[in-house]
T-cell receptor, first 115, second 114 residues
Framework: NAGVTQTPKFQVLKTGQSMTLQCAQD?????MYWYRQDPGMGLRLIYY???????DKGEVPNGYNVSRLNKREFSLRLESAAPSQTSVYFC??????????????FGPGTRLTVL | AQSVTQPDIHITVSEGASLELRCNYS??????LFWYVQSPGQGLQLLLK??????LVQGIKGFEAEFKRSQSSFNLRKPSVHWSDAAEYFC????????????FGRGTSLIVHP
């Protein structure tokens, strides 16, 4: 049982390049999330998916797109990377489709640098 | 909408000393409250959570937290800190209805001196 896995672990991009961050969970969870973590800012929600086939914007969605490919996988795409997107990105999942009482399970993170 | 404040950006303690990390929340009803820990280079892991009932909650690694409705607080405590407790600690508040995604505080970095 691997939990939540993320690839890649590290990535360096040049401004304007595109890339996709991959996330998968093997816990049969309904909800999945993408966060970014910046020093002094805590975790900020980029997008989330309450169930397969649905996605919603979070606090900081600009410059990102997501795809809930199936129940297991939730990818985050940067179409044209900018230095402001340099951050650590975390994927998380939780069991249910609604309710703020769910524990979230986090992946190990992707450290992205945009030059 | 709910919000959460962690007033301390950094806390430094000596190994063996007691610890209290502060968390204050804003929400109109009884919230769901969480503490997560992030070790260096790792993702977040749940320490403990409060939904209802006993206001003193026990978690993993010897941590506990107390929900105080009158003070809108959910402070995390440990009687004796170990060097391995050095990490980033996040308080989060969740709610039913509206935005059901838990809101995270900005985190408190714990430094442990030998």
């Amino acid at each position: 049982n691997a939990g939540v896995t993320q690839t890649p672990k590290f990535q360096v991009l040049k401004t304007g390049q595109s890339m996709t961050l991959q996330c998968a969970q093997d816990m049969n969870h309904n909800s999945m999330y993408w966060y970014r973590q910046d020093p002094g800012m805590g975790l900020r929600l980029i997008y989330y998916s309450a169930s397969e086939g649905t996605t919603d914007k979070g606090e900081v969605p600009n410059g990102y797109n997501v795809s809930r490919l199936n129940k297991r996988e939730f990818s985050l795409r940067l179409e044209s990377a900018a230095p402001s997107q340099t951050s650590v990105y975390f994927c998380a999942s939780s069991p249910n489709s609604s309710g703020g009482r769910d524990t979230q399970y986090f992946g190990p993170g992707t450290r992205l640098t945009v030059l | 909408a709910q919000s959460v404040t962690q007033p301390d950006i950094h806390i430094t303690v000596s190994e063996g000393a007691s610890l209290e990390l502060r968390c204050n929340y804003s929400y109109g009803a009884t919230p769901y409250l969480f503490w997560y820990v992030q070790s260096p280079g790792q993702g977040l892991q749940l320490l403990l959570k409060y939904f209802s009932g006993d206001t003193l909650v026990q978690g993993i690694k010897g941590f506990e937290a107390e929900f105080k409705r009158s003070q809108s607080s959910f402070n995390l405590r440990k009687p004796s800190v170990h060097w391995s407790d050095a990490a980033e600690y996040f308080c989060a508040v969740g709610a039913w209805g509206g935005s059901y995604i838990p809101t995270f505080g900005r985190g408190t970095s714990l430094i442990v001196h030998p």
